[in-house]
């Protein structure tokens, strides 16, 4: 059972640029949050996702940032025109909500803006 | 607004030594609370799990305890080990399972 894959593991952007960031939860899991973790600061809750459905986004920055989680394929988070404050690593989190709510991150996905 | 705090931010033991890392709440209405180990560089890894009805959970060499009317949670390491050195997160888990970080405290453990 494969556990929160995340891809790409290193992201090199250009300020302008735009950055895809894509996570395929575990295998029956069906919530997926995205959290941010700048250098020297704690994981910052960013987005929870339901298939289809944006459940909880109090923690995206208001314009650039958006995300998805598609009935098919993995969740989205996309950053528009990059600036270097975006480089952070980016972690996602999946859960088999009704269980333990036991939340399962992946390795992440560390992006860089030149 | 649920803000989690972990103290202290940076810890060094010997080999062999006990040690507690405290994390503390301020918003006793939780789900649940995870503590977690993170290496340089690399992702989360979940070490316990505590929910709250419960007071405690074990693995190994390590023992978590949670006092949710006081917002405290405490991760006990026995017998330390330099593999033991990491980043140690705890996170407070609350609606819909969203979990509050602290920012962590880093361990290192000396041969």
């Given amino acids: 059972n494969a556990g929160v894959m995340q891809n790409p593991r290193h992201l090199v952007r250009r300020r302008g640029q735009e950055a895809r960031l894509r996570c395929s939860p575990m295998k029956g899991h069906s919530h997926v949050y995205w959290y941010r973790q ?5 994981l910052k809750f960013m987005v929870y996702l339901q298939k289809e459905n944006i459940i909880d986004e109090s923690g995206m920055p208001k314009e650039r940032f ?3 989680f598609p009935k098919e394929g ?22 088999n909500a009704g269980a333990t709510g036991e939340l ?4 992440g996905s560390r992006l860089t803006v030149l | 607004k649920q803000e989690v705090t972990q103290i202290p931010a940076a810890l060094s ?5 006990n040690l507690v890392l405290n994390c503390s709440f301020t918003d006793s209405a939780i789900y649940n609370l995870q503590w977690f180990r993170q290496d340089p ?8 799990l505590i929910q709250s009805s419960q007071r405690e959970q074990t693995s190994g060499r390590l023992n978590a305890s949670l ?9 006990y390491i026995a ?21 509050t970080f602290g920012k962590g405290t880093l361990l290192t453990v000396n041969p």
């Fill in chain 1, 38 to 42: 700048l250098p020297e600061e704690g």
């Fill in chain 1, 66 to 68: 958006s995300a998805e």
């Fill in chain 1, 74 to 95: 993995p969740s989205i988070l996309r950053i528009q025109q990059v600036v270097r404050g975006d480089s952070a690593a980016y972690f996602c989190a999946s859960c």
């Fill in chain 1, 104 to 107: 399962f991150f992946g390795e």
């Fill in chain 2, 13 to 17: 033991v010997p080999e062999g030594e």
């Fill in chain 2, 41 to 48: 560089g690399k992702g989360l890894t979940s070490l316990l």
């Fill in chain 2, 67 to 75: 006092d949710k009317s006081s917002g405290r949670s405490t991760l």
């Fill in chain 2, 79 to 99: 017998a330390s080990q330099p593999g033991d050195s990491a980043t140690y997160l705890c996170a407070v888990g609350g609606s819909n399972y969203k979990l």
